[in-house]
């Protein structure tokens, strides 16, 4: 198991930017798919977007597409979440995680972190 620790959140206002961090402390695999996904209070957590390891090949949902933009730091074994034009609607915990196929589900994933908070003010 190589921990995750996500890392960037805060409060901002409607409109404004974060970048989140997952940092990994061990070395993260050329076949992993990094993932972000968020949980809101009272609903499911769902998938944000992901970033293929080996190509650097990057996936989002249709919800934050145009929004968000997922890089990564192979020397720093870090992956980053780039949010722009935030909405009060994106306010949740986000999290990252690994997983051996691209997908969706966070149940294809694991290694979670502890999460970071999001908070968008309207």
């Known amino acids: 198991q190589v921990p995750l620790e996500e890392s960037g959140g805060g409060l901002v206002q409607a409109g404004g930017s974060l970048r989140l961090s997952c940092a990994a402390s061990?070395?993260?695999?050329?076949?992993?798919?990094m993932g972000w996904f968020r949980q809101a209070p009272g609903k499911a957590r769902e998938f944000v977007g992901a970033?293929?390891?080996?190509?650097?090949?990057?996936y989002y949902s249709d919800t934050v597409k145009g929004r968000v933009t997922i890089s990564k730091d192979s020397p720093k074994h870090t992956v980053y979440l780039q949010m722009d034009s935030l909405k009060p609607e994106d306010t949740a915990v986000y999290f990252c995680?690994?997983?051996?196929?691209?997908?969706?589900?966070?149940?294809?994933?694991?290694?979670w972190g502890q999460g970071t908070q999001v908070t968008v003010s309207s």
């Open positions: 970033i293929r390891w080996s190509t650097g090949r990057t």
């Open positions: 061990g070395r993260i695999f050329s076949s992993w798919v």
């Open positions: 995680a690994r997983s051996t196929e691209l997908s969706t589900q966070p149940g294809a994933y694991s290694g």
